[in-house]
């Protein structure tokens, strides 16, 4: 917690925490979570979330939830994602996320700065992107453990009214069984087609 608290010290209070996840993936959005956590919490067990059980993450995804002070959710989907490219694309997804951040009374909760793991957004408040910050930041972590959840659970929602690729299980990565699936079944609506080209053409 210690980067965080250097911010602190030089005046800021609302500290937005910015991850997200997908951005790998052959199908489905990428997906930002923005968190602001009080001063000086730590829930134990927070880690970077591909560190953790998929058990252990749902169970730290409402504690989480529980304690936060705002919480924001940023999405991009496929259609999108062609059009102006994965990078640009997730970094819209981590401003969105931070727009939308609201408390648990559904109100609007502005940050005054934002730690974003390694990367840069396109925003007037101070910033500060670190390389790794899931695993160096308390609050990063946080935002990786919410947004892992949230996209898994979108995976499960999206293997329901596109059956036969099995997004419940591989979240969209490009597993041998999903490229197979795509390959027999082709691409759904919701397949990144710019991610595709390779795999089509073999």
């Not at 250097?6 to 800021?12: A, D, N, T, V």
């Not at 700065?113 to 007037?124: G, K, P, R, T």
């Amino acid at each position: 917690m210690e980067i965080e608290e250097e911010i602190y010290k030089l005046g800021y209070r609302n500290i937005a925490c910015i991850d997200e996840v997908g951005r790998g993936c052959l199908a489905g959005d990428v997906l930002a979570c923005a968190v602001i956590m009080p001063r000086g919490l730590k829930i134990e067990g927070v880690d970077d979330s591909k560190k953790i059980s998929e058990k252990k993450r749902k169970l730290l995804y409402d504690i989480i939830i529980e304690e936060s002070i705002a919480i924001g959710i940023g999405r991009i989907d496929s259609t999108l994602i062609d059009k102006i490219n994965i990078k640009e694309s997730t970094r819209l997804a981590m401003k969105r996320a931070v727009e939308n951040l609201k408390d648990k009374n559904g109100e609007h909760i502005s940050a005054d700065f934002l730690l974003i793991d390694a990367e840069n957004i396109n925003s007037n408040l101070a910033s500060k992107s670190i390389i790794k910050g899931d695993q160096k930041s308390h609050g990063i972590a946080c935002a990786s453990i919410v947004a892992k959840v949230y996209r898994d659970n979108l995976c499960s929602d999206w293997d329901e009214i596109y059956q036969g690729y099995n997004l419940k299980k591989h979240k969209g990565y490009g597993t041998k069984e999903h490229i197979k699936n795509i390959l027999d079944l082709g691409p759904s609506p919701i397949h990144r087609m710019s991610f595709l080209n390779k795999i089509l053409k073999k």
